[in-house]
């Protein structure tokens, strides 16, 4: 099992960034497929960026892609979600996830395993 626990969430205005990070506690850290979830009220958790625990490219949505990176520190047991030109439409809660059954990456919240409590970012225009 491993617990994860976000933190780096906000008020920001429009335009401006903020860096989220995840930390993982528990074994075996990499061999987990890691992902940033976003849920805005009344919405569906959405994937926003993760990376497979083998390796290969990020996957980002639409949306975020050229605005937001996502990297990992084995080493540190830690993800991180840099935000960068942020958007009003980016006001979410912010949830890490956890995963090791899927040979791909899973973007529906069904496929993930294991979650933090969520850091709310808010975006004001």
């Known amino acids: 099992q491993v617990q994860l626990a976000e933190s780096g969430g906000g008020l920001v205005q429009a335009g401006g960034s903020l860096r989220l990070s995840c930390v993982a506690s528990g074994r075996d850290f990499s061999t987990y497929t890691m992902g940033w979830f976003r849920q805005a009220r009344g919405m569906e958790r959405e994937l926003v960026a993760a990376v497979h625990r083998f390796g290969g490219g990020i996957y980002y949505r639409d949306s975020v892609k050229g605005r937001f990176t996502m990297s990992r520190d084995n080493a540190k047991n830690t993800v991180y979600l840099q935000m960068n030109s942020l958007k009003p439409e980016d006001t979410a809660v912010y949830y890490c996830?956890?995963?090791?059954?899927?040979?791909?990456?899973?973007?529906?919240?069904?496929?993930?395993?294991?979650w933090g409590q969520g850091t709310q970012v808010t975006v004001s225009s």
């Open positions: 996830g956890a995963e090791r059954r899927g040979l791909y990456i899973g973007r529906a919240a069904s496929n993930w395993d294991y």
